[in-house]
């Protein structure tokens, strides 16, 4: 037996070498930079930009094309659409039907984004992206007992009037109630209804490809095709619910021009100051890269630091990024407008270098 494997290697051997009787190198694709444009689509934002350096591709969907996103791993977690400004929060029902107006009147003054009330950041999910940790709707349990029925704000619809100034809310898209359960079969089952019905609708929803972290569901059109795989995108271009400090708590705020990293999926990146930490953008190499300076657990490392507004809307000269993806590449990323030659907003561009050896 032994010799016998010694004849296959080495035919294998052989059969490898013809093919390669030159000895030409073979060569193996680099990812390499690129100036991009991020579709975010004008004033209104309407668009999420799902962005993959390594590939150069880009992902597009509107805003409000979706509303949950049901996790595909192996613990069942629920997300809300915050770029829409949707938030949620929990009733002491498990029956949904018995849900009425009266009983949830007093919560609807507090789950909603913008309200400037110190303590609502409890109403939409973990800000830095950590949802294995934190939601606004709770893991869902195998013990159906233990899934409450949750008052849900269900944002804004996408603007889509004729003003050019930065309109990132469209018309409110009002209220639900909602439950969430299982559905014995390894998925999830969600109920939901307007606040008076007394009778309820109920879609179930399978957990996907493990390609991809989450299955999204638009309520009114069924599942939403959204983000890509969660290895195939570094960067998304949206609008974010971000906290800001109100007395000695934090409240929600909404924040346009906003950058989160896939930070779900090992993604890191952290910021870079000109003057301080280096020359200059085009003097920076890999052997500047600070290992120690990459942030992997807080989607908001760019967030909206790549950009000012008051006094008009730029983006700052004196700073870049440092991306590390899933696989290992570095990049250093610089952003060079945020806005067309009229001065809108909503046309961001930036440019992006693969730091090699």
Not at 124 to 152: C, F, H, M, P
């Amino acid at each position: 037996m032994k010799n016998k494997l010694i004849i296959i290697t080495g035919i294998l051997l052989f059969t490898l070498i013809g093919c390669n009787e030159d000895n030409t190198p073979i060569d193996v694709p680099q990812p390499s930079g690129a100036v991009l444009n991020a579709p975010v689509g004008g004033p209104a934002e309407p668009n999420q930009v799902w962005v993959d350096l390594d590939l150069k591709n880009i992902k597009v969907n509107q805003r409000d094309a979706w509303d949950f996103g049901f996790y595909n791993g192996d613990e069942f977690v629920v997300v809300l659409n915050t770029s829409i400004l949707m938030a949620a929060g929990k009733t002491e029902f498990t029956d949904i039907d018995k849900v009425t107006e009266s009983d949830v009147t007093s919560l609807k003054s507090l789950v909603g984004v913008g309200t400037f009330q110190p303590g609502n950041m409890v109403y939409v999910d973990d800000i830095k992206g950590n949802y294995q940790e934190r939601t606004a709707i709770e893991k869902i349990s195998s013990n159906d007992d233990e899934n409450k029925v949750y008052l849900v704000n269900m944002g804004h619809f996408v603007y889509t009037g004729s003003s050019t100034d930065l309109m990132s809310v469209g018309d409110s898209r009002g209220w639900k109630k909602i439950r969430v359960l299982r559905n014995g079969t390894g998925g999830y089952k969600i109920q939901y209804a307007d606040i008076s019905d007394t009778t309820h609708q109920e879609i179930s929803i399978n957990k996907g490809s493990a390609d991809y972290d989450f299955t999204f569901l638009s309520l009114t059109k069924g599942i939403a095709d959204i983000q890509p795989p969660k290895n195939q995108w570094d960067l998304c271009f949206t609008v974010f619910v971000n906290e800001t400090k109100m007395g000695t708590d934090y409240t929600t705020y909404t924040y346009a021009d906003f950058i989160t990293i896939n930070s779900m999926n090992n993604t890191g990146a952290y910021q870079v100051m000109i003057p301080g930490d280096t020359e200059s953008y085009d003097s920076f190499t890999k052997d500047n890269v600070d290992y120690s300076k990459f942030i992997y657990d807080d989607q908001r490392v760019i967030g909206g630091n790549w950009r000012t507004t008051p006094g008009g809307a730029k983006v700052y000269t004196d700073r870049f990024y440092v991306l590390k993806d899933n696989l290992g590449t570095l990049y250093k990323i610089r952003f060079l407008n945020m806005t067309n030659s009229q001065g809108h907003r909503g046309y961001p561009q930036f440019e992006y270098d693969v730091l090699l050896d």
